[in-house]
Each structure stands twice: as structure tokens, then as C-alpha cells.
């Protein structure tokens, strides 16, 4: 059964910085993608990375968010920089092949 958690959401204030980690257990997937939703919103994505190491970023997040994927760990991170605070959210990690999703972690950049 596949399983992936989430953690190190947190509140910071803007500007700050914070690491999300994603522990995969159950499945070796080929891509893997973290996501995130507001209270009322539709969940939108926020950066992919596959296997061989190929990533994507929405364009709000591009030059500040870098996604990585420790193969040995089967751990996902998200590391976040220069947060905004309309980068609030609920984080969630999703299997992209198997459409298994986390049960998020709380982001709140507020001073």
C-alpha cells in the first residue's frame, strides 16, 4: 500500500524560508509532484520531478521553490525560499503515476 506523509510546514514570515519533506513508502514511482491548496480553491500545482531528475515549476513559484527526490530515501523535498504570502497553503505530495495524494502540511507566511 503506498503512503506518502508530509512535514515541515510551519508559519514564517515573508521572506523566510522553509523545507517540506515527503516520505514515500509502498511504491517506487516514476514522477512524483507537490501541490498546494487555499481554503475555497481548486488544489494547483507547484513543481514535478521525475525519476531521472527532470522538474517542473508554476510560474509563481519559478526561481524561488526547488523540488528534489532522494531515490535512495524515497524522501521528496520541496525547498522554499523568499516566501510570499500568497504562498499560504496546504502542501500536499502526490504519486503521479498511481494519483496518491499525502495529507498535506500547513504553510503560512504571515509577519
Known amino acids: 500500500q503506498v503512503q506518502l506523509v508530509e512535514s515541515g510546514g510551519g508559519l514564517v514570515p515573508p521572506g523566510g524560508s522553509l523545507k517540506l519533506s515527503c516520505a514515500v513508502s509502498?511504491?517506487?514511482?516514476?514522477?512524483m509532484a507537490w501541490y498546494r491548496q487555499t481554503p475555497g480553491q481548486q488544489r494547483e500545482y507547484v513543481a514535478g520531478?521525475?525519476?531521472?531528475?527532470?522538474?517542473g515549476y508554476a510560474r509563481p513559484v519559478k526561481g524561488r521553490f526547488t523540488v528534489s527526490w532522494d531515490n535512495a530515501s524515497n524522501m521528496l523535498y520541496l525547498e522554499m525560499v523568499n516566501l510570499k504570502p500568497e504562498d499560504t497553503a496546504v502542501y500536499y505530495c502526490?504519486?503521479?503515476?498511481?494519483?496518491?495524494w499525502g495529507q498535506g502540511t500547513q504553510v503560512t507566511v504571515s509577519s
Open positions: 520531478i521525475s525519476r531521472v531528475g527532470n522538474t
Open positions: 502526490h504519486d503521479m503515476k498511481l494519483d496518491v
Open positions: 509502498g511504491s517506487r514511482s516514476v514522477a
